[in-house]
């Protein structure tokens, strides 16, 4: 099956996937989506609240409904959340659905741009570094998997990351 025409951000948390892909959107002149946001629409609830009611398991599972829904509409530019490439069927959608840029940083700056944040329910824990350099062990391995190009966002603007990937 030839690739789709998205342009698809994967990464950790704090990568910058949001900001970039609304930036590239704009840049390239196409439509932008990001899975969180389509998530919580769908759900009238935002992404806590489904993790506390739901699970992590049910929050998975309208991630998979949405990237699959969002992958079947027209090209697009997509962000995703950090945990999109857990499951092997959302990566058998990912490497088929478009380009796949996989968005990195260091743990020193994923920490600085995670760490106000209460929206993220895996990193209310004690010790959210710990859980990011946890993260990224068992995931950049997922990312790699479904990544056509990887490109650091470490210390640099939105604005020139935006750059590099077109
Ligand atoms: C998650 C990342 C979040 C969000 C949810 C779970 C993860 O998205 O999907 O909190 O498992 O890494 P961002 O990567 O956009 O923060």
């Not at 950790?12 to 892909?21: D, L, N």
């Not at 959302?90 to 260091?106: D, E, H, I, P």
């Not at 743990?107 to 995670?114: F, I, K």
């Not at 990011?132 to 604005?159: C, F, G, W």
Request: proline share 5%; net charge negative; with cysteine.
């Amino acid at each position: 099956m030839p690739k789709s025409d998205h342009i698809v951000l994967v990464g950790p948390m704090g990568a910058g996937k949001s900001t970039i892909g609304r930036l590239l959107a704009a840049n390239l002149h196409l439509p932008f989506q990001d899975t969180d946001r389509v998530i919580e629409e769908r759900t009238g609830a935002d992404i806590p609240w489904i993790f506390d009611v739901e699970g992590e398991e049910g929050f998975r599972q309208r991630e998979t409904s949405a990237l699959a829904d969002m992958l079947s509409e027209g090209g697009q530019v997509l962000a995703t959340g950090g945990g999109i490439v857990l499951k092997p069927e959302n990566r058998s959608l990912l490497q088929k659905g478009g380009v796949v840029f996989y968005l990195t940083a260091s743990v020193a700056q994923l920490v600085e741009r995670t760490c106000k944040d209460k929206k993220r329910p895996l990193l209310q824990v004690d010790d959210p570094r710990q859980k990011i350099i946890e993260l990224i062990e068992q995931r950049d391995p997922l990312y790699r998997e479904v990544a056509d190009h990887v490109v650091n966002t470490d210390r640099r603007s939105p604005k020139s990351v935006v750059q590099d990937i077109v």
